[in-house]
């Protein structure tokens, strides 16, 4: 079976641009989580998404936001990039919504000059 | 607020001997707790997890220990092998979270000896 998968693997965009992030969860789940992890720092929770609805939301401004289709995928968009935002952005799937395993995916290199 | 730390940054140790990784955390109301193990170049991976009406959990080649009392959990890996080098990650969620929002603390990078 697949595993969580997301692309692109790498990017490079340049300040003030916009990019789309995508993920495919696991065959069978419904539940698709986005972290930000910063290079020498744990990931950082962004967003949940359950059912296609928005279950949870981290401490990110408002130029990020997600959706989930009918196939649970999901996609991250990010605005007006900084070159704060340079991450590894993580896709997490599961199959419930709290206190459940998160199976992540190898993550979108984001690179803002 | 909310936080998952660990003591040491760094950790070095000999094939073949123990490696014991610990993690402190500070919301007392967290319940469930994981450790993930992050390879270079890619996601964390789930290693082992534990609630909080345990104390211990046993896996293959992995232990976890979790004290409430002082909150602190550890890692303990047997037999250390060059596959274990990575980071290491301890999380946690509490019932209080609405979603899935593990917090993550900064990570213990873990180097074998030969």
């Known amino acids: 079976d697949a595993g969580v998968t997301q692309s692109p693997t790498h990017l490079i965009k340049t300040r003030g641009q916009h990019v789309t992030l995508r993920c495919s969860p696991i065959s069978g789940h419904k539940s698709v989580s986005w972290y930000q992890q910063v290079l020498g720092q744990g990931p950082q929770f962004i967003f949940q998404y359950y059912e296609k609805e928005e279950r949870g939301r981290g401490n990110f401004p408002d130029r990020f936001s997600a959706r989930q289709f009918p196939n649970y995928s999901s996609e991250l968009n990010v605005n007006a990039l900084l070159l704060g935002d340079s991450a590894l952005y993580l896709c997490?799937?599961?199959?419930?919504?709290?206190?459940?395993?998160?199976?992540f995916g190898s993550g979108t290199q984001l690179s803002v000059l | 607020g909310e936080s998952v730390g660990l003591h040491l940054p760094t950790l070095s140790v000999q094939e073949g001997d123990n490696s014991i990784i610990n993690c402190a955390y500070s919301?007392?109301?967290?319940?469930?707790f994981i450790w993930y193990k992050q390879e270079s170049g890619k996601g964390p991976q789930f290693i082992i997890d534990i609630r909080s009406n345990m104390d211990k959990r046993q896996g293959q080649r992995v232990t976890v220990l979790l004290n409430k009392t002082v909150k602190h959990l550890s890692l303990q890996i047997a037999a250390t092998q060059p596959g274990d080098s990575a980071v290491y990650f301890c999380?946690?969620?509490?019932?209080?979270?609405?979603?899935?929002?593990?917090?993550f603390g900064s990570g213990t990078r873990l180097s074998i000896r030969p």
């Open positions: 999380a946690e969620t509490s019932p209080y979270s609405s979603a899935s929002k593990i917090i």
């Open positions: 919301n007392s109301a967290s319940d469930y």
């Open positions: 997490a799937s599961s199959s419930g919504t709290a206190g459940e395993k998160l199976f």
